[in-house]
C-alpha cells in the first residue's frame, strides 16, 4: 500500500469523525433541521468527487476543513472542557492535513505514471 493510499483512508477516517462529531453535536442541541441540513451539506458535497479521486474535490474538502475549524475554535473557547470540540478539533486537523498531503502525493504518482507513459509512446 503506497504512502498516497494510507494518507486516502486517513482522509476518510477523519472525514467520518469530523460528520459524527458534527451530528452528535447538532443532536445534543436539537437543533431544527434546516441548519443540519446547512452545516453539513459543506461535508457532504464533496464525497461523489473524492470517491472518483478527484483532486479538486480533495482541495475543496481542505478549504471546507477550515470553516468547521473556525467554529470548533469558537466552541473551544466558548466550553474549553468540551470532549466534543475536542474531538471535532482534532478531527478537522487531521482531515485538512492528511487532504493536503494526499493531494501533494497523488498527484506526484500521477505525474510519475504520466511521464513513464509518454517515455515509453516515443
Known amino acids: 500500500m503506497s504512502l498516497s493510499e494510507k494518507t486516502r483512508w ?3 477516517l477523519s472525514w467520518a469523525l469530523l460528520l459524527a462529531v458534527q451530528v452528535i453535536g447538532f443532536w ?5 433541521a434546516i441548519v443540519w441540513f446547512a452545516l453539513l451539506l459543506p461535508l457532504v ?3 461523489p468527487g473524492m470517491l472518483k479521486d478527484n483532486l479538486r474535490s480533495y482541495i475543496w474538502v481542505c478549504f471546507v476543513s477550515l470553516l468547521y475549524f473556525m467554529r470548533l475554535v469558537l466552541a ?5 472542557d468540551s ?3 475536542m474531538v471535532g478539533m482534532g478531527a478537522v486537523v487531521v482531515l485538512f492535513t492528511s487532504a493536503m498531503m494526499y493531494v ?5 504518482e500521477l505525474h510519475d505514471v504520466e511521464a513513464v507513459s ?5
Open 10 to 12: 486517513l482522509v476518510w
Open 28 to 32: 445534543q442541541q436539537n437543533a431544527p
Open 45 to 47: 458535497v464533496f464525497v
Open 76 to 80: 473551544l473557547f466558548a466550553q474549553p
Open 83 to 85: 470532549a466534543l470540540a
Open 104 to 108: 501533494r502525493w497523488r498527484a506526484r
Open 118 to 122: 509518454s517515455d515509453h509512446g516515443e
